[in-house]
Nanobody, 120 residues
Framework: QVQLVESGGGLVQPGGFLRLSCAAS????????MGWYRQTPGKQRDLVAA???????NYADSVKGRFIISRDNAKNTVTLQMNNLESEDTAVYYC??????????????WGQGTQVTVSS
């Protein structure tokens, strides 16, 4: 079984910053893509940023230039540095990983979510 554990959410003022971290544990062969999604009440879960094992990144247009995603393949961790936060960034943030659970198969796993609130 694979587990993703997130940390780093909280309350911050507009213009501030937060750093989210996610660590994967369990038995698996490797992790291809790791990323972060966010969701607000009544809306779908949307991609914020993703990163491949080779370091290629993809960002939502709304966070480009403000957020930075990175990962440590040796530690199976992914980090989201969020700068210049805006009230519109308020959401529950979920870590996700596309995990090679066997030699032939991949499965998507999700963390439990961490609340980020941007408010004065």
């Amino acid at each position: 079984q694979v587990q993703l554990v997130e940390s780093g959410g909280g309350l911050v003022q507009p213009g501030g910053f937060l750093r989210l971290s996610c660590a994967a544990s369990g038995r698996f062969f490797g992790i291809d893509v790791m990323g972060w999604y966010r969701q607000t009440p009544g809306k779908q879960r949307d991609l914020v940023a993703a990163i491949t094992s080779g370091g290629r990144t993809n960002y939502a247009d709304s966070v480009k230039g403000r957020f930075i995603i990175s990962r440590d393949n040796a530690k199976n961790t992914v980090t989201l540095q969020m700068n210049n936060l805006e009230s519109e960034d308020t959401a529950v943030y979920y870590c996700t990983a596309n995990v090679r659970t066997t030699f032939f198969s991949r499965d998507d796993y999700w963390g439990q979510g961490t609340q980020v609130t941007v408010s004065s």
